[in-house]
């Protein structure tokens, strides 16, 4: 029979979609036909018209679709023009020869992969792998098999002879299959049942903060992370999962690699890292007495086995500038001038500044005492630099694959001049070995150098001390000496460190080793796997002040001396910090598969070991600040110090886990958990976890074919928290350590410990009670339930999903300060106290398709959590208004503004506090009793951490080019900006009170000094934290394939970044929105522009 | 690979068994059991305890801000901490500097009830847990002295509460209170050493618990606390002082220099300190520092109090009278009041023919100090408008320094602190407690005596207060002498609450002298003016219980908060 089917007026040559289920061969053909103006020609008979296919092709061109049916209905074919020609193929002679293939699969890390099909796609037929990966089939020579596996890519190879195969299957990229990292494990996506949220290296690359933890911002649901300072080497992020679950301590457990409490992420070579989980729910009951704040799962990257058996090499480079969001706009010399006559106007003094004032109008004053400076201008730069480079290198064969990487980042400091900052150099080495079929060992070092450079003092009172220099003082002299200031220091003194500075170098080593051993001599999918980890970390730092130049100048005589000689000597004061934590771990479990059941199980232990000591010294008057040793320093005042501390833990734990045809899903852990700080007979713990899945879309019945994923998902557990202070069961006694003194920078600090005794004035200790025991102290414990949907649409083009979480967490430790009376005078231990619920949703959604070469996504989250107080430790006549039961948390307490107060009869008329006067903030009498006191002062409960955090991002790519753009943000946060009453920002003097003729309409109170009514916690001064950011802007563009090709490399990227762009809502305006201090005077967070490239070879 | 399989299943059986892991003791911290077995942790304990008495050169209760709440000085720099208790805007909540001594006393107190529930006699030297049992005493009633003073009743623990305890009690009597301390001090007392020597050099003596008795139970007898006027307390007071000038009785011959060294005999309690413990508030002191006027110390002086001209004018001149008895006129140009008695006065030379406590204590212009004349006048060395310009900022306000405890041979050398000792008891005070007691058991010709024992000592050497004054020309006569002698030494503050004059003096408006010096002359004139008004309301003469105390607990607020 010949068909011959004329179509008109459709379109040649472009692409066709179409899909068809149990297609037979005719109706592919009129499908086909009825799209295109395409006519096929065939004869029947040789032809397979009985075979049915399912096909699915998107915006492929005909050619690609008539070359793939020609494989699965093995013809041969022409086309020519619209007329395709199709023709019996001509086989090989042994063409129908059977041959036997054998094959092992794994995946790029060496790991078998059990479970994979093997189809001939000739007769449709096929195998599964084995659980070590092996498997055999017997096909006709020529066909093609068809491995694949889910969350891997297909893998397709044409068999002509018997051979035996080894099949490495690569990571699909898909949302679906993705594979996540949970506690003690791994997971397909699609079979979760647990609140986890996982990121993978592309998107931590992708922003360019030098903290890792930058780079999490907005990025998994549920994670609240506020950068609150952009200091280099300190701008670690406050990490919330879930907002605030108690009083105590709500950072999440940290886990690298699988071994918990080896210190925080953030400074890992963001290049190395492979994924960061954030387990949110009972799927974190697996860590125990850690696991109530959430867990974040850290995981570096491991050799991959590559197909050619050639190293790969990849080298990333990166440059970028760096400024602070938001900049101080100070007052002017005059306005702070002003300022302070108004100030004394109001109390009752004469104004002192007029002569001043009027000098500055009319340009008389001498310009060497009476200056105009921008302090923050005139000592921090317009832009820092910041560099980073790493280096990888991965490879391996089948039975050994090593990723080694180097990595180097320095940051500099905002500070003018200066040689402070940051340096990090980071190396990697992660090794995998197969000693046996049945033994896989792996050794991983992954150490770095942190090495800070920073200005004398906290930083904090570096950038307080350029806030608070008035702007009539000067910088330097006309001679450009050094000036002494009104506040006698300088900050160009501390900033390019003529006055001193401190340097710390810390070392980390991470060193694991750890083994697998199947065990199929006992049974198929048995296996005993361990590791032992050995983690130093190590940190020495100095301070070093020493005298500098720095002169006065006599307006009278015109003379400038030198205070250098008053600064006293060349003091130095050194320590160093060693830790090393031990971590020993066996695993004992089982995974297989029965027909449609597949099992796994483990059961665990765990213990680690913590010691760590502290020692300093000190000297004063060395010889010369060029040798900064302590031998070379006065023994008179030499000081020294130190404090050793050891902890461990204990730990049992399992899981099992149970799936019936992919379809029902449970799973069970458990963990009896042991901690040195409780005392002994009430050490352990038990937290148990359960969760369910159904994936609806995988029931026969379920028929909807644009929904590709539909799964409901719940859990519930136990989870605990018990970071506390260790020994609070204990009644000891201790000679109260005292902190090093920090001289030349106004750091100064009392000892407590000490007294002078004796004719000879001898100083000896003190002995003091630590706290009253605690014999019942106990670990938080958190009951956590969650319930969530997952859906994936138009196969995976659209993914939603919702979780909805409640926790309750109950034995919040806290002292009970708010009941127990001062003069009771101890000090109080932790008490097992607290009750807080809390509750929230996150929902993420994310869609992607492509016109074209036009790929597009568009993604979004917000997540929500809010806390309330179901119990906790109150004073016993605590007014309504500052109960904190049946509130959240975080609070803002303060008096409710009520205006400012214009005139003496406003005072007069109303409840006001003792010494008010006009121009003072008006407080409203809550109390109603009068007066105003702290009775009326009353609580906010308003939080710097958000309840709703928001994100969004579109991009798209096209060809080698790719743009996205990052917006974050926030809704319902508070924080109470209390400005320093002398030298704030311009926008409270000009909306300052002066008086009730001048400014009946002033929004900001009349000029005052500290320790005044107006600088009191007032409503006045709170101000909305919410904000939406341009967060990251992302441009790269990749080298064609025919260029690379030719260079002979894999991947030629170039790229350029920006992150903290710019805020596209900030109501707090002084201030970044993520700033928490009343103040302003911290290190600003930095807006980040980089430019870089990506060169793997 | 069997031999890998045993050595990975010996090793879990071996790292599993290890049960001992969580068995970890504290490493910097010493068990109860070690600490009150041991004699010298037993010591170091009470030395810990010591460390918790506040002391005048800088802590929380200490004699230096507490001066500049009283009419004898302006602190400077003040504002943001002490100006609600001289503007009259204290209230529970803005208690600033001195806020935690409730907090902090109480924490003394239960420490060195927590010693003497613990401290085992067999354990050393009984005589020697008998001494230190004895100073746990005596401090205990320290504190307990200190918050009736500010607070009036207080809660009296006599143990330690336990967290399982009702905690909520009932605020003591002054006079239930005031019998402890005694009690205590009284059941200290025999065992403590007249003198120490040798390492114990500093610690409690006899002589300091009597003086500590003194004074409790003078607050017991005193008008602000002994409303029914029973005269009988007075009588204790009295006998008190007589057992301790039984033992002590010898005023120093240098007024000035017994407060740079405390083996003089007119001191009863000391706290010491070294020169080498920069910034180290336990071991040193940086009062040289702190009240070195500006030019001084290197430039560096922070003339840290600024004395009150209305202080200054209370200094008697040579022949016995007060020379300005107030102001009048507006308040940037007053116009001294003078007492036509004080023939020897000259307002041109106004430092001259006085008292010569007024030199021992005050730095003036043109007063000799540390190698040279002080230079308060306009443009001089130590004044706001210095030549240099240096330190400016640092002027004293009034135009006038304190003198009393510095060290002149302190310089300011690589940052070296102060030592010399803070003095919490001297004789002196107990003479003149002594005639105030006296006066009002009747015996007038008693209470002139002591007066005059203090007025004659060598060195200072002033006329008699005149015989036969009665009544309350007597009384305000011992009252002044209380106000010269113990100037800057914390007393002023006490003893005006407990007089009830606290305001009346306290509402006094500090007040500044400008003086301007004629270059060619060298002549002085001066100018008068109201540096810093002040107020004083009644109520504030007990300072409020801390407001987050009130909500715990059932204590009654004080009246006025």
Redesign the interface.
């Known amino acids: 029979m010949f068909s011959s089917l004329y179509a008109t007026s459709n379109t040649l040559a472009q692409p066709i979609s179409f899909h068809l289920e149990q297609a037979t061969f005719s109706s592919i053909v009129e499908e086909i036909e009825s799209q295109t103006s395409y006519v096929f020609s065939f004869e029947s008979g040789w032809l397979d018209l009985e075979t049915k296919f399912d096909v699915a092709y998107n915006d492929m061109k005909i050619e690609d679709i008539i070359d793939d049916l020609s494989s699965k209905f093995r013809f041969d074919y022409k086309i020519d023009n619209t007329y395709i020609q199709i023709t019996k193929k001509n086989l090989p002679p042994d063409s129908l020869q059977q041959i036997t293939v054998k094959g092992h699969i794994y995946d790029e890390y060496n790991n078998p992969l059990p479970g994979a099909t093997i189809i001939d796609k000739r007769t449709n037929q096929g195998v599964t792998s084995d659980f070590n990966g092996f498997f055999s089939i017997s096909v006709d020579a020529g066909t093609v098999l068809l491995i694949s596996y889910i969350g891997y890519k297909d893998f397709e190879i044409e068999v002509v002879n018997e051979t035996e195969l080894e099949i490495i299957l690569e990571t699909k990229a898909s949302e679906l299959n993705e594979i996540v990292v949970v506690g003690y494990g791994v997971q397909e996506k699609s079979s979760l049942t647990g609140a986890v949220s996982q990121i993978k290296s592309e998107d931590i690359i992708e922003t360019k903060t030098a903290n890792i933890e930058g780079a999490l911002v907005g990025r998994i649901p549920g994670l609240t992370l506020s950068v609150r300072s952009g200091q280099p080497g300190e701008d670690d992020a406050s990490i919330l999962v879930r907002g605030r679950g108690t009083f105590g301590n709500a950072n999440p457990l940290i886990v690298i690699d699988g071994v918990a409490n080896r210190g925080n992420f953030s400074r890992l070579n963001s290049y190395d890292i492979e994924s960061i989980s954030v387990l949110k729910d009972a799927s974190a009951a697996i860590y125990g007495a850690q696991s109530a704040n959430g867990v974040i799962v850290v995981t570096t990257k491991k050799g991959k086995h590559a197909a050619n058996g050639k190293p790969r090499v990849s080298v990333n480079s990166e440059y970028s500038l760096t400024q602070p969001t938001i900049k101080p706009n100070l007052m002017t010399a005059v306005q702070v001038l002003t300022w302070e006559n108004e100030r004394n106007v109001r109390i009752g003094s004469p104004p002192e500044f007029n002569r001043i004032i009027k000098g500055y109008e009319e340009g008389t004053l001498d310009p060497n005492e009476w200056g105009e400076t921008d302090w923050w201008a005139y000592t921090t730069n317009k832009w820092s630099e910041q560099r980073r480079t790493s280096v990888s290198v991965d490879g391996g064969s089948e039975s050994f694959s090593y990723y080694l990487s180097s990595g180097l980042l320095n940051q500099d400091a905002i500070f003018k001049n200066s040689v402070f900052g940051y340096d990090q150099f980071n190396f990697l080495a992660n090794f995998d070995l197969k000693l046996s079929d049945n033994l896989d060992v792996g050794v991983s070092i992954n150490g770095r150098q942190e090495k800070r450079i920073n200005p004398l003092g906290d930083i904090n009172g570096v950038i307080a001390s350029i806030y608070t220099r008035l702007p009539y003082d000067l910088p330097r002299y006309s001679n450009g000496f050094l000036a002494e200031t009104s506040g006698g220091s300088n900050p160009v003194a501390l900033i390019n460190g003529d006055a001193g500075d401190q340097q710390s170098t810390s070392r980390t080593y991470l060193n694991k080793v750890s083994f697998k051993l199947r065990l199929p001599s006992i049974t198929d999918g048995l296996y005993l796997s361990g590791f032992g980890a050995y983690d130093i970390f190590k940190s020495r730092s100095r301070s070093l002040s020493k005298p500098y130049d720095i002169y006065s100048y006599s307006p009278n005589t015109g003379e400038y001396s030198n205070l250098k000689g008053q600064q006293g000597g060349v003091n130095l004061s050194e320590n160093t910090r060693s830790d090393v934590l031990s971590t020993l771990q066996f695993q004992l479990g089982y995974d297989q598969l029965f027909g449609d059941h597949s099992i796994k199980f483990f059961a665990a232990y765990e213990q680690s070991k913590s010691d760590g000591s502290y020692l300093f010294a000190s000297r004063n008057n060395l010889v010369s600040p060029e040798l900064p040793s302590l031998d070379l320093g006065s023994e008179i005042d030499q000081r020294n110090g130190g404090s050793n501390f050891q902890a461990a833990r204990q730990n049992y734990f399992g899981r099992l886990s149970y799936s019936y045809k992919n379809r029902y899903l449970v799973e069970l852990t458990s963990r009896y958990d042991g901690s040195q700080n409780f005392p002994p007979g009430s050490r352990f713990g038990f937290f148990p976890g359960a969760s369910v899945g159904w994936k609806i879309s995988e029931e026969p019945s379920f028929k909807i074919s644009w929904i590709s994923n539909l799964k409901l998902r719940a859990s519930v557990g136990i989870l605990g928290n018990d970071r506390i202070a260790p020994f609070q069961y204990l009644q000891n006694y201790d000679v109260r350590s005292f902190t090093e003194l920090v001289r030349g920078t106004g750091g100064y600090v009392e000892w407590y410990n000490r007294n002078v005794f004796g004719e000879n004035k001898q100083v000896t200790q003190g002995l003091y009670p630590s706290s009253v025991p605690n014999p019942n102290v106990t670990w938080e414990s958190a009951t956590k339930a969650n319930v969530a949907i997952d859906l994936s649409l138009f196969d995976g083009k659209f993914d939603f999903s919702a979780d909805f979480f409640y926790d309750r967490r109950e034995d919040i430790l806290l002292p009970r300060l708010a009941s127990v009376p001062e003069y009771a005078g101890f000090q109080l231990p932790d008490e097992n106290l607290g009750i807080v619920n809390n509750k929230g949703f996150e929902v993420a959604m994310a869609y992607n398709n492509k016109v074209g070469d036009f790929n597009y996504f568009v993604n979004g989250q917000i997540s929500y959590a809010r806390n309330q107080i179901e119990f906790m430790d109150e004073a016993k006549d605590t007014p309504l208004w500052q109960r904190r039961t049946g509130q959240s948390i975080d609070f803002i307490s303060g008096y409710q503004a009520d205006g400012i107060y214009q005139n003496q009869a406003e005072i007069d008329a109303s409840a006001h506090l003792p010494d008010a006067i006009p121009g003072d903030i008006k407080f409203k009498d809550i109390k109603e009793d009068g007066v105003i006191d702290a009775k009326d002062i009353a609580f906010s409960f308003l939080s710097p951490t958000p309840r709703y955090i928001y994100s969004f991002e579109l991009g798209g790519s096209w060809k080698g080019l790719s743009l996205s753009a990052f917006f974050q943000g926030q809704l319902q946060a508070e924080t109470m900006y209390r400005p320093w009453p002398l030298n704030q920002d311009r926008a409270f003097y000009v909306d300052r009170w002066i008086s009730d003729r001048e400014t009946p309409n002033a929004t900001q109170p009349g000029a005052y000094g500290a320790g005044t009514n107006n600088s009191l916690g007032s409503t006045h001064w709170i101000r909305d934290n919410s904000f939406l950011r341009l967060k990251n802007v992302f441009l790269s563009y990749d080298l064609p394939d025919e260029i690379i090709k030719k260079l002979k490399i894999a991947q030629l990227r170039i790229f350029m970044n920006g992150s903290n762009l710019f805020l596209l809502q900030n109501n707090v305006e002084i201030f970044d929105p993520e700033s928490t201090t009343d103040t302003g005077w911290y290190y600003p967070q930095q807006r980040v522009i980089s430019t870089g490239l990506t060169l793997t070879f | 690979?069997k031999k890998?399989?045993i050595v990975?299943l010996l090793s879990?059986y071996t790292?599993?068994c290890?049960?001992s892991?969580?068995?970890?003791a504290?490493?910097?911290?010493?068990?109860?059991e070690t600490?009150w077995n041991d004699p010298e942790?037993v010591e170091?304990?009470v030395?810990?305890?010591?460390?918790l008495l506040p002391h005048g050169f800088i802590k929380w209760a200490g004699g230096l801000r507490l001066s500049g709440i009283t009419d004898e000085s302006l602190m400077f720099g003040q504002?943001?901490?002490l100006?609600?208790y001289v503007?009259?805007?204290?209230?529970?909540?803005?208690l600033?500097l001195y806020g935690s001594f409730?907090?902090d006393a109480?924490?003394?107190?239960?420490?060195c009830?927590?010693f003497i529930e613990n401290v085992n006699e067999d354990v050393g030297d009984p005589d020697r847990i008998a001494h230190l049992t004895a100073e746990v005493r005596f401090l205990r009633a320290w504190f307990y002295i200190g918050l009736i003073s500010r607070y009036g009743d207080?809660?009296l623990?006599r143990e330690?509460?336990?967290?399982e305890d009702d905690?909520?009690?009932e605020r003591s009597s002054v006079e239930e209170v005031m019998a402890f301390v005694t009690e205590e001090l009284d059941a200290a007392i025999p065992h403590l050493k007249e003198n120490h020597?040798?390492?114990?050099?500093?610690?409690v003596t006899k002589a300091a618990a009597m003086g500590l008795k003194i004074r409790a139970l003078m607050y017991d007898a005193s008008p602000l606390f002994n409303s029914a006027q029973d005269m009988s307390k007075w009588k204790k007071v009295a006998d008190a002082c007589e057992d301790l000038f039984a033992i002590r009785n010898q005023l120093s011959d240098d007024y000035q220099g017994m407060f740079l060294n405390p083996s003089d005999p007119e001191i009863l309690f000391f706290?010491?300190?070294?020169k080498?413990?920069?910034?180290?508030?336990?071991?040193s002191n940086g009062i040289d520092y702190f009240r070195y006027p500006s030019g001084f110390g290197?430039?560096?002086g922070w003339a840290g109090e600024h004395p009150n001209q209305v202080l200054v004018d209370a200094y008697e001149t040579l022949e016995g009278e007060i020379p300005v008895l107030g102001y009048s006129g507006q308040s940037?140009d007053l116009t001294p009041i003078f007492n036509p008695a004080a023939t020897t006065y000259d307002p041109d030379n106004p430092y001259q023919n006085r008292d010569p406590r007024l030199n021992y204590t005050i730095l003036y212009d043109g007063a000799f100090f540390s190698g040279r004349e002080v230079e308060f006048f306009e443009g001089g060395k130590d004044s706001a408008d210095p030549?240099?310009?240096?330190n400016a900022?640092n002027a004293s306000t009034t135009g006038y320094g304190v003198r009393k405890n510095l060290d002149e041979s302190w310089t300011?050398e690589?940052?070296e602190s102060s030592?010399q000792p803070w003095v919490y008891m001297r004789l002196a005070e107990f003479f003149l407690t002594y005639a105030e007691a006296q006066y009002y058991l009747g015996k007038p010709g008693v209470a002139e005596k002591y007066v005059d024992k203090v007025r004659s000592r060598v060195g200072v050497e002033m006329p008699p207060i005149a015989n036969s004054l009665t009544g309350m020309d007597l009384l305000s006569k011992i009252k002044h002498e209380r106000q010269i002698e113990l100037a800057f030494e914390t007393n002023r503050w006490y003893d005006s609450k407990r007089w009830k004059d606290a305001v009346r003096n306290f509402s006094q408006d500090i007040i500044g002298v400008e003086i301007t010096k004629d270059e060619s002359t060298g002549e002085r004139s001066f100018r008068f003016y109201t540096q810093h008004?002040r107020e004083f309301?009644e109520h504030q003469q007990f300072w409020p219980i801390?407001?987050?105390?009130?909500?715990?607990?059932?204590?009654k607020q004080n009246p006025g908060?």
């Open positions: 690979m890998v399989i990975l879990f790292i599993g290890d049960d892991i969580l068995e970890i504290p490493q910097d911290q010493i068990s109860a600490t942790l170091l304990y030395n810990g305890l010591y460390n504002n943001s901490l100006n609600k503007n009259g805007g204290l209230t529970a909540s803005n600033h409730w907090r109480y924490n003394g107190i239960y420490n009830s927590l207080v809660p623990l330690t509460l336990k967290l905690l909520l009690i020597s040798g390492d114990d050099f500093g610690r706290k010491q300190f070294r080498d413990a920069v910034y180290d508030f336990n071991t290197g430039q560096l940037d030549p240099d310009g240096n900022n300011l690589s940052g030592d008004e309301p801390p407001f987050s105390e009130i909500t715990k607990t059932n204590l908060y």
